[in-house]
């Protein structure tokens, strides 16, 4: 989607590895979010970001850390990898935080 | 604990027919209840919205018809058609929910030829 990226699209890792997906934007929007998505739950906010290092945690944050340094870059850190983290994750972006959520294509996560 | 109800879960509808999904919110303070769109290995994207302050919002073969009184809010597509069947989420935003949407559990749509 034009203005956010995710990388990597698609990765497997096995149980117990660190893995750090990456969000970047080019709209200098001030809100980021990171959710995950499993058949039957819909969108699960993980943690979501108000600024530059400000940062919380959504509905299912147990075993995810994020970090935001710069404006554009939220990565989403798992630290320790396991089976019920395989998932699509998306990172979603938006000026005020209300309207207008632009999410990115999505990684497909497969922990082994 | 769900803050927004969507049914149904997955609905089939003939082409040319019309797909209503609803959408129920317990928070009186939600004030912005956007609709998103999602194709298969796509993420969702914002289809329509609609603020309580109007009963009804039409774009194209898209209407979201909203209920105050009831915190009600449907999705209705007339004219379905095969290039509309994907996944439709509800969402509802406040101000108290730290500028978070809160959203409902999807509906997979598909619409037949």
């Known amino acids: 989607d034009a203005g956010i990226t995710q990388s990597p699209r698609h990765k497997v890792t096995e149980t117990g590895t660190p893995v750090t997906l990456r969000c970047h934007q080019t709209?200098?929007?001030?809100?980021m979010y990171w959710y995950r998505q499993d058949p039957g739950h819909g969108l699960r906010l993980i943690h979501y970001?108000?600024?530059?290092?400000?940062?919380d945690k959504g509905e299912v944050s147990d075993g995810y850390s994020v970090s935001r340094s710069k404006t554009e870059d939220f990565l989403l850190t798992l630290e320790s990898a396991t089976s019920s983290q395989t998932s699509v994750y998306f990172c979603?972006?938006?000026?005020?935080?209300?309207?207008?959520?632009?999410f990115g294509s999505g990684t497909r996560l497969t922990v082994v | 604990q769900q803050q927004v109800k969507q049914s149904p879960q997955s609905l089939i509808v003939q082409k040319g027919g019309i797909s209503i999904i609803n959408c129920a919110y317990e928070?009186?303070?939600?004030?912005?209840f956007p609709w998103y769109q999602q194709f298969p290995g796509k993420g969702p994207a914002l289809l329509i919205a609609?603020?309580?302050d109007v009963s009804e919002k039409k774009e194209g073969r898209f209407t979201i018809s909203f209920n105050k009184s009831a915190k009600q809010f449907s999705l209705h597509i007339m004219d379905s058609q095969p290039g509309d069947s994907a996944t439709y989420f509800c969402?509802?935003?406040?101000?108290?929910?730290?500028?978070?949407?809160?959203w409902g559990l999807g509906t997979s749509l598909a619409v037949n030829p």
């Open positions: 969402a509802a935003y406040g101000a108290g929910n730290n500028r978070k949407l809160i």
């Open positions: 928070n009186t303070a939600f004030d912005y």
């Open positions: 609609i603020r309580p």
């Open positions: 709209e200098n929007h001030r809100y």
């Open positions: 970001s108000y600024g530059v290092k400000d940062t």
């Open positions: 979603a972006i938006s000026s005020t935080g209300d309207h207008g959520y632009t």
